[in-house]
């Protein structure tokens, strides 16, 4: 077994490091010993900002957007298209659509999607409040931007008939966006080209 050769509080920063999406133990060590290497440009200021996050940044309560403000940004802002809805399953999708520009209307956030094999069903998901949304009136589209797999294609039809009866039109992302693919990984143009020739659903 490998000593350590660091004292408790570096490793935990490590253990915390390595947590991150695409940092594994090794690259972990690295970015800790960078940010310990610049304590005062880099450590400082980014643990002042995490504090800073961990006391503001909170979930809005209409579409599942995170932001410092209830509502957030997005749905406070009145230039916004509020007869359009468009649902995604995380929030980083919603960043990867703000990013490319390619619509100005209000989201909806799934927080993930339909995953029996996972024990994700409906009531895991923001589908009621989503459905709510559309009843009170208002909406007259919904655009169902979730990712091209199994799961995501499986939450669009369960998505689709629970507004079914409701009186709005249900469309969604062209077929530009890769089976497969992930709304996060995609190029800005790529997304800009999938709204603008959204189909039917």
Same mark, same amino acid.
């Given at each position: ?92 999708? !919603?960043?990867? /659509? ?6 100005? &209307?209000?989201?909806?956030?799934? $927080? +993930?999607? %339909?995953?029996? =094999? ?44 629970? !507004?079914?009866? /409701? ?6 992302? &062209?077929?530009?966006?890769?089976? $497969? +693919?992930? %709304?996060?990984? =995609? ?15």
């Amino acid at each position: 077994m490998p000593r350590s050769v660091t004292g408790p509080e570096i490793e935990r920063l490590i253990q915390l490091l390595a947590k991150l999406p695409g940092l594994g133990p090794r690259s972990a060590r690295r970015a800790a010993l960078h940010l310990i290497k610049k304590k005062d440009q880099l450590l400082v200021p980014l643990a002042e900002a995490m504090d800073v996050a961990v006391s503001s940044i909170m979930v809005c309560e209409t579409c599942g957007n995170i932001d410092t403000t209830n509502p957030c940004t997005i749905c406070a802002d009145p230039r916004r298209d509020a007869s359009t809805i468009v649902v995604v399953e995380d929030v980083a999708d !919603l960043w990867a /659509l703000e990013r490319a520009g390619a619509i100005n &209307a209000r989201y909806h956030v799934l $927080g +993930g999607a %339909l995953s029996p =094999l996972d024990g994700i069903g409906p009531e895991e998901l923001n589908i009621n409040r989503l459905v709510g949304r559309v009843a009170s009136g208002g909406v007259g589209e919904v655009i169902l931007a979730v990712n091209a797999t199994v799961e995501g294609q499986t939450t669009a039809h369960y998505i689709m008939d629970q !507004l079914a009866g /409701l009186g709005v039109k249900v469309s969604r992302l &062209a077929h530009g966006v890769p089976v $497969g +693919g992930e %709304l996060d990984y =995609l190029d800005e143009g790529t997304l800009s080209a999938a709204i603008r020739q959204r189909t039917k659903f």
